[in-house]
């Protein structure tokens, strides 16, 4: 008779209701029930597809331009998805066509933006429309000049480095589909580079992973990489020597708020009343 698989710790058990990790297995015997070898395997799956999965760039560029923005479409110098993975290399490089369409664009840009596949195409299909669409308000209220959005097949993080230099950007921020995981198979990330040019590392970039509804929502991850735009052409430096404190400024934001609608109670209480609050009580509608 077979034993009856048994639950994890009951405070992991706790745990896993608070993450996707793979906690509080529980065990069959000297092993792990059948069920979560099957789930491990359908996550191992999901991972392999969103790494071969095919790019739908021109439907990504078609939602794009409906937010009113201007798109241009480039390739890496990989050919394939076969070359893509197998020389990280050129998805680095813009291709000889795509490097003579954007250099043809070259203009007095602040901020060059790019949505690109990178490993997980899934995760651009879901995730990076409504992260640009929550983003642009934000960097309106900044009076940035963005060069046109491109959109980037077989591409890797580093190529965001030759699109900006070829648009003469003084910033670029690379939205693309992260190396999935076996919880996580459409993780986006962002990655930001001042100055950028070819041969630049990761140290000289900032990084906000992870972004999915089931990680870090739209609407923070915006403000995230708005405040870290802003302060980047602030202070000319992007890497090690910018720390997000993000964080900070939205304390500081809710605490001004806060003291501004006590303020604002405080005086609101000091006038005398209207005659319509005081008969007709308008003042409770």
Known sequence: MSEKPKSGAPQLAELATLTPA?????????SVPTREVLRFGMAHAQARDAVHAPFDADGVARRLAALGLEVIQVDSAAGSREAYLRRPDLGRSLSPGSREALTARYGDFDLAFIVADGLSSTAVHRNAVPLVAAL???????GLRLAPLVVGRQARVALGDEIGAAFGARAVAMLIGERPGLSSPDSLGAYLTFAPRAGLTDANRNCISNIRPEGLAYEPAAFKLSWL???????SLTGIGLKDESDLAIE????????????????ANTEPPRTSDAFTGEGDR
């Open 252 to 267: 500081t934001n809710e605490t001004a708020l806060s003291g501004a609608a006590l303020l604002s109670g405080a005086v």
């Open 136 to 142: 642009l308000p934000l960097l309106a209220r900044q």
């Open 229 to 235: 735009i802003a302060e980047a052409l602030r202070r």
């Open 22 to 30: 793979r906690v509080a297995l529980g065990r069959s015997g000297a």
